[in-house]
């Protein structure tokens, strides 16, 4: 009797075991069909994505075409001839412009780089022109006048800007000399330092021309800087007896 017991246990036993696998084996494959509906989810949506794309290229190409202009031989020769008449006028107003700019000499070096500036541009608007247009001719007559007028325009912003460079290195000397000889007592080499800034500086205000637009400036700082000069040079003088 305890043996029939045992067997039905055991077949009882036996019987989950094979559920149990059963119902594994039903989630498993429950997984693979979920993960391929996802992967074809994944494909079906890559899919569209490329097809709205190559679509916008499409409705872009479209709308590009739409905005395709043909234009006939004739109609770009009228086209580069207004081109070149709004052109050489632009370059004679400019030229007019640059020469109003300088027309009262001496000027500061900023107003020489502004007429520098719209000389060049009017050349380069001739040089531009092209051949086959009525004005063509014009523009070079012009462009040969320009081009003196902007060598000889270069010549005064040169002498314009060397005299400026001068005046801002002798401040800066000056600066350094009087900074040198704050705080005094000083060693003998400050002092003779500090004299050779100061004669550096006056070397370069002497060699401005007057007619330099920064000459008045240069002239006002050359009395003071003599004036430093003198007494560096004669505290060296003290420092030289007492040694």
């Keep these: 009797m305890?043996?029939?017991k045992l067997l039905s246990e055991l077949e009882k036993s036996l019987d989950s075991e094979e559920l149990l696998h059963q119902i594994?084996?039903?989630q498993e494959e429950e997984q693979v069909s979920?993960?391929?509906?996802?992967?074809?989810?994944?494909?079906?949506?890559?899919?569209?994505?490329?097809?709205?794309?190559?679509?916008?290229?499409?409705?872009?190409a479209l709308q590009a075409s739409q905005?395709?202009?043909?234009?006939?031989?004739?109609?770009?020769?009228?086209?580069a001839q207004q081109q070149a008449e709004k052109d050489i006028k632009e370059a004679k107003r400019l030229s007019v412009e640059s020469k109003r700019t300088i027309k009262y000499p001496p000027l500061p070096l900023a107003t020489w780089e502004e007429a520098e500036t719209e000389l060049?541009?009017?050349i380069k608007l001739l040089e531009e022109i092209p051949k086959g247009t009525t004005v063509k001719k014009e523009a070079d007559q012009l462009l040969q006048t320009y081009r003196q007028d902007y060598q000889n325009l270069r010549k005064q912003l040169i002498f314009e800007k060397t005299a400026t460079s001068k005046l801002v290195t002798a401040k800066k000397l000056a600066i350094?000399?009087?900074?040198?000889?704050?705080?005094?007592?000083?060693?003998?080499?400050?002092w003779q330092e500090a004299q050779a800034k100061w004669q550096e500086?006056?070397?370069?205000?002497?060699?401005?021309?007057?007619?330099?637009?920064v000459?008045?400036?240069?002239?006002?700082?050359?009395?003071?800087?003599?004036?430093?000069?003198?007494?560096?040079?004669?505290?060296?003088?003290?420092?030289?007896?007492?040694?």
């Design 201 to 213: 500086a006056i070397n370069l205000l002497q060699e401005i021309p007057q007619d330099a637009f």
């Design 2 to 4: 305890e043996q029939d």
């Design 34 to 60: 979920e993960e391929k509906i996802f992967s074809q989810k994944g494909l079906i949506i890559l899919l569209i994505s490329i097809l709205m794309v190559e679509v916008g290229i499409v409705i872009y």
């Design 215 to 243: 000459a008045p400036e240069a002239v006002e700082k050359l009395d003071f800087y003599r004036i430093n000069y003198r007494a560096v040079t004669g505290r060296l003088e003290r420092l030289g007896n007492r040694e």
């Design 67 to 79: 905005n395709i202009v043909i234009v006939s031989p004739e109609e770009k020769t009228i086209l």
């Design 176 to 190: 350094e000399a009087s900074v040198i000889v704050q705080n005094p007592p000083h060693p003998l080499e400050v």
């Design 120 to 122: 060049l541009e009017s």
């Design 24 to 26: 594994k084996t039903e």
